[in-house]
């Protein structure tokens, strides 16, 4: 089906006082307004995907902040409030006193015929995984999910529904579930309660539920799909890699554990002794990566694929888009080993072999410093056409700016660094040059194993103590749990993000 877009927009201005409704009445492109921010004492702005635009140069006061307070559900323990049967958020910021300063009012679109691209999935009784950064419609696939299984395929679907962020503001939920149930959320601390209770009371044969971010909400999903429900969901993370460091959600994946084999074993699989194993089934079959609208990478086979990442081994990724016909289009491509926070993967350099790099928002000087230090040679170029790796900050990123999205549609490998502080940007240049004496450094988790398997050699050798290099703490505890192993003793030191493990006699 083609794709109906749905917003409700008049309800979401008429909450607005007047001075701030009427400039938006008046704009020709409200059908891609994302938000309206009130802060106290500022402009009221509103905020499109590439721009924002002030709508009126008074500034807010309390009143205003009071008169859209007034015309709206009130706020629950996450600061969320709505607007009865419509999809529209509204989040509240608070002063110390309880007060509230400011107002997100963010607009809720149903879009029909979103999940076209996986549709085939989601009607396989499979258990699916939806990850993605903020804005990309996880959301919004989840919800058009929901309706094609309830009416479309006739199954029983409950909505475990947080902030009435899927179905809506009010105790009717909004049509564009369809026939789903909706079970509302009372605090969101509750989220995994309800999560069973769906399962115990209501014979569902589908549970969809947004945002797994708890360990206790993983172990509900876990015992949801034990039960043989049917659950999609969305996670916090943008890549399977994500949820393989996460030690809260890495159970969703099947858990990860640290294994020390024999020598015998060791030499047989031809690899190091503490080696990286999935503790369980996953409790999710497929996971999909939302790259952009209509754009999605799919593992679909997650105990495949995270075994395939633990040993190194190549995994394929299907791609799939929507054409400018609305058709489906699939490639498969070669998996490659991810690194840091590369968005889209690519192979790692050799060591003082230039790439084509494009940078976006980053500091040139600082960055061609860096590399001076590292005694590294960069070719950096003025042209997207021209480069082979796109490199930019995490706001860029996630406010999609123009260059983001001609990289993105260009296919480019895109590097999103989390500031653009020299240890991020050291961190960068380590992952796409890795030292050509240590190829398994390619894989983070692989090279904290081998050099802590490496210190603990030394140690029992006679040396004193070594310090590691500065890890994650999930990553430390693994190093822990090798030294523990092995009987030597260990200690973390330091602060982050530098604080790292010492292996010590």
């Known amino acids: 089906m083609q794709k109906v877009i749905t917003d409700d927009l008049e309800a979401l201005l008429d909450i607005l006082p007047p001075h701030i409704r009427q400039p938006l009445y008046e704009r020709s492109d409200n059908h891609q307004l994302l938000e309206v921010v009130l802060d106290l004492g500022r402009p009221a702005e509103a905020r499109f995907p590439q721009r924002e635009v002030v709508l009126n140069p008074k500034e807010v006061d309390g009143q205003d902040i009071n008169y859209v307070v007034s015309r709206i559900s009130s706020f629950g323990d996450d600061n969320r409030a709505g607007i009865e049967r419509t999809l529209h958020r509204i989040s509240a910021i608070r002063n110390r006193m309880g007060r509230i300063v400011g107002l997100t009012c963010r607009v809720g679109r149903a879009v029909f015929g979103t999940i076209k691209v996986i549709e085939d999935l989601v009607n396989s009784g499979k258990s699916i995984l939806l990850l993605g950064g903020p804005g990309v419609g996880k959301t919004t696939m989840l919800r058009e999910a929901a309706r094609v299984l309830a009416d479309d395929f006739s199954k029983r679907v409950i909505i475990v529904d947080t902030s ?19 079970m509302q959320v009372t605090t969101p601390t509750r989220q995994h309660a309800v999560m069973i209770e769906a399962v115990e009371n209501h014979m569902p044969e589908v549970i969809i539920i947004d945002e797994i971010g708890t360990e206790l909400e993983a172990q509900a999903a876990r015992t949801i799909a034990e039960r043989g429900v049917q659950l999609i969901g969305t996670a916090h993370g943008n890549t399977l890699d994500n949820l393989m460091v996460n030690p809260t959600l890495s159970d969703l994946i099947g858990g990860i554990q640290t294994v020390t084999l024999g020598d015998e074993e060791a030499k047989r699989r031809r690899t190091q002794k503490s080696i990286l194993e999935r503790t369980s089934p996953p409790t999710f079959d497929i996971v999909v990566e939302i790259q952009g609208w209509d754009r999605v990478a799919i593992h679909p086979d997650v105990s495949q694929a995270v075994d395939a990442l633990l040993r190194g081994q190549p995994q394929d990724t299907e791609i799939r888009w929507l054409d400018d016909s609305g058709r489906v289009r699939i490639e498969k491509h070669a998996p490659v080993t991810t690194t840091g926070r590369t968005r889209r993967t690519k192979q790692p350099l050799k060591k003082n072999e230039p790439t084509r790099l494009y940078l976006f928002g980053v500091n040139r000087g600082r960055f061609e410093q860096i590399a001076q230090e590292m005694q590294l040679e960069l070719d950096i170029v003025k042209s997207l056409s021209e ?115 010492r292996i010590y006699r």
């Not at 009010?170 to 026939?179: E, K, L, Q, R, S």
Request: charged share 30%; glycine share 4%; no cysteine.
């Open 387 to 501: 480069a082979k790796l796109f490199i930019t900050p995490k706001n860029y990123y996630r406010r999609k700016l123009q260059k983001v999205r001609e990289a993105e549609a260009a296919n480019l490998p895109i590097y999103v660094l989390k500031s653009n502080t020299p240890h991020q940007i050291r961190q960068l240049l380590s992952d796409i040059y890795p030292p050509t004496e240590s190829p398994a450094k390619a894989n983070s988790l692989k090279a904290a194993l081998t050099e802590a398997e490496e210190a603990i050699e030394q140690v029992k050798d006679g040396q004193e103590g070594i310090d590691l290099s500065p890890q994650s703490a999930y990553i430390r505890r693994l190093q822990h749990l090798i030294a523990e192993r092995n009987d030597i003793l260990s200690q973390s030191t330091g602060k982050d993000p530098n604080r790292r493990v």
């Open 164 to 182: 009435n962020e899927i179905a809506g503001d009010g105790d009717i939920p909004h049509p564009a579930i369809g026939h789903a149930r909706r």
